[in-house]
């Protein structure tokens, strides 16, 4: 079974950074291949919402209210994927939830989707 393990979050000043990771892992063998990865955040009683998804090429997709202060980046070597948020405002506080889909593991397992346990970004002085 595939598992999406998030680290990075805390608290941190308006106009501070903060840099997500999430690591892929299955407990049996190894993971081949993931297609889809990206972060979505979800606020005390709002929907959840996207903040930024890459392809497996590498192409990139941004929320708006993210687009110029938030970078999503992928190795691939490490099935993890990485969001960089910079000039953080009190509104980005929320938790953070790694997705991943379409993951193929060596032993021929297949997940269409997964999701993160979520990190939890605070903004405020």
């Known amino acids: 079974q595939v598992q999406l393990v998030e680290s990075g979050g805390g608290w941190v000043q308006p106009g501070g950074s903060l840099r997500l990771s999430c690591a892929a892992s299955a407990a049996s063998g190894s993971i081949f291949s993931i297609n889809g990865m990206g972060w979505y955040r979800q606020a005390p009683g709002k929907e959840r919402e996207l903040v930024a998804t890459?392809?497996?090429?590498?192409?990139?997709n941004y929320a708006d209210s993210v687009k110029g202060r938030s970078t999503i980046s992928r190795d691939n070597a490490k099935n993890t994927v990485y969001l960089q948020m910079n000039r953080l405002k009190p509104e980005d506080t929320a938790g953070y939830y790694c997705?991943?889909?379409?993951?193929?593991?060596?032993?021929?397992?297949?997940?269409?989707?997964?999701w993160g346990q979520g990190t939890q970004i605070t903004v405020s002085s």
């Open positions: 997705n991943a889909h379409s993951i193929w593991t060596r032993s021929r397992i297949y997940e269409s989707e997964k």
């Open positions: 890459i392809s497996s090429g590498g192409s990139t």
